[in-house]
């Protein structure tokens, strides 16, 4: 029923997320490396979280430091000799 339906739109945003660089133009070997994990865990945190009736600070904390770890990582700077990046 609803589960089902939320894990399929969960894996459309994914999926469309995944496919940022080819919609935006963004550069593929700047873009995954830096933000693949960025691709799976907001939409399994959205799982668990409606699963688990979290209440709405918990919520903006677990969006809050998400979204602090993605700018993060892609204001990094895009040097190719550097370890910080594999």
Known sequence: ???LIFVIIAA?????????????SINEDFFYP???GFIVFPV????FGWKNN?????IAFIAG???AGLLF???????????TLM
């Open 44 to 47: 399994l945190s959205a799982y």
């Open 12 to 24: 459309l945003v994914a999926g469309l997320i995944a496919k940022f660089p080819a919609f935006f």
């Open 65 to 67: 430091t998400t979204l």
């Open 54 to 58: 979290l209440s709405t600070g918990k």
């Open 73 to 83: 990582i892609n204001f990094l700077p895009d040097v190719k000799k550097s370890d």
């Open 1 to 3: 029923g609803r589960e």
């Open 34 to 36: 830096r933000n693949i």
